[in-house]
């Protein structure tokens, strides 16, 4: 089961979602997207929190309004961190997460500890904990299936760029040689290049 919230303090609306518990967690873990934002309350148990973004953008294109809101999931969705103040959210892309078989259900590390940002959120904003509440949404999803059909569709999409790459450089091709021909035509036609009718003969107008 996944829960879905529609946070409306960026234009257009964005969706955050976390797993019900830790197994959820664990596949969102193995099967999240490149276009994910991972959220986490550092050292402290807690939902593991994610923002989809598009094909192309990076975490320096996440408003930090949208930032926050996440951060204030995180901490309302974490036991302990939820009675806690001053507190660190950790956030990263989904990339960034290292996953061994000696961790624990739920347990992620990371593969490079400066590509991992984080915010300190003073207390609970129950204000905007409450609105994203509101828009709470639970779905059984199939992560497997969802990464498939992403990838699937990413396979398609290079192919149909890659094709129309080839066809557009044939083209480009097929239109330097014929400028290359108009080229050598001009060059064949040039005055210094060609005789007049006149040449060699006798140009006189005198009669016998």
């Known amino acids: 089961m996944v829960f ?3 946070s409306d303090v960026a234009t257009p609306p964005v969706t955050l979602f976390m797993g019900l518990d830790k197994y959820e967690n664990e596949d969102l873990i193995k099967w999240g997207w490149p276009e994910d934002v991972w959220f986490h309350v550092d050292k402290v148990s807690s939902a593991h ?3 989809r ?3 192309g953008q990076s975490l320096d294109d996440v408003p930090a309004t949208v930032i926050e809101e996440a951060a204030q999931l995180v901490k309302a969705n974490s036991i302990s961190g939820n009675k806690m103040n001053d507190i660190d959210v950790v956030y990263t892309m989904w990339a960034n997460l290292k996953k061994t078989d000696s961790m624990e259900v739920g347990q992620v590390g990371f593969h490079k500890e400066k590509e991992v940002r984080k915010i ?8 905007a904990v409450n609105r994203l509440n509101k828009t709470k949404v639970e779905k059984q999803v199939d992560f497997r299936a969802e990464k498939e059909k992403r990838d699937r569709l990413e396979r398609e999409d290079r192919k149909k760029q890659l094709k129309e790459q080839k066809e557009q450089e044939k083209l480009d091709q097929k239109r330097k040689q014929e400028e290359a021909e108009i080229r050598s035509y001009s060059s064949l036609m040039k005055s210094e290049n060609m005789k007049s009718n006149l040449d060699g003969g006798s140009d006189s107008d005198d009669f016998m």
């Open 4 to 6: 879905y919230f529609t």
């Open 49 to 51: 929190v994610y923002l």
């Open 53 to 55: 973004l598009n094909p």
């Open 120 to 127: 300190r959120v003073a207390r609970r904003n129950a204000e």
